[in-house]
């Protein structure tokens, strides 16, 4: 699977574009049919997805101290309702290649259901370190989400959330 980034947007995504646009995320009619194998992923169809991820942190770049809240959002962009929907944290990482770990996260990551249009959103928040800061760099933050739709095609998308420190 091909992995994506996406630039992340002030804290509130609905904000972020003008009125009756929808920024980077365009809606589809058409969702890419079943591989042999089961599974669709979005790297492999860029311009298709059933699910979507969105992640992103509320600044645009952070120093020693900040708070950071950092927002993935998942919506079923399918056709179907959805099962198994859980939220995967793939990496949390500073310049350094520390793994870094959230201050306050969800209890769970994962949903039963989602309806077709459906949204969840899940929380998480870091300080920023003296030592975060003295690697610079950037706070990259790496998501992904899973799911199965009532027919039993497997879906995913990944997006990273990055963080330049200041």
């Not at 306050?104 to 928040?125: I, K, N, W």
Request: with cysteine; net charge negative.
């Amino acid at each position: 699977m091909d992995r994506h980034r996406r630039e992340q947007g002030p804290g509130d995504p609905d904000a972020a574009w003008p009125a009756g646009e929808s920024g980077p995320f365009p809606a589809h009619e058409n969702l890419p049919s079943e591989k042999d194998d089961g599974n669709v992923s979005a790297g492999e169809h860029p311009q298709a997805f059933g699910v979507r991820l969105i992640h992103f942190a509320n600044k645009t770049n952070a120093v020693h101290g900040d708070v950071l809240t950092y927002f993935a959002w998942i919506i079923n962009e399918s056709d179907e309702e959805l099962t198994k929907v859980t939220l995967v944290l793939r990496s949390f990482t500073n310049a350094g290649m520390e793994n870094l770990h959230y201050t306050s996260e969800p209890t769970s990551l994962s949903l039963t259901d989602m309806p077709h249009g459906g949204e969840a959103q899940f929380v998480f928040t870091y300080v920023v370190t003296e030592n975060d800061e003295h690697h610079g760099g950037e706070l990259v933050s790496a998501m992904a989400v899973q799911a199965v739709t009532a027919s039993g095609t497997k879906l995913s998308d990944e997006c990273d959330a990055i963080t330049p420190l200041a």
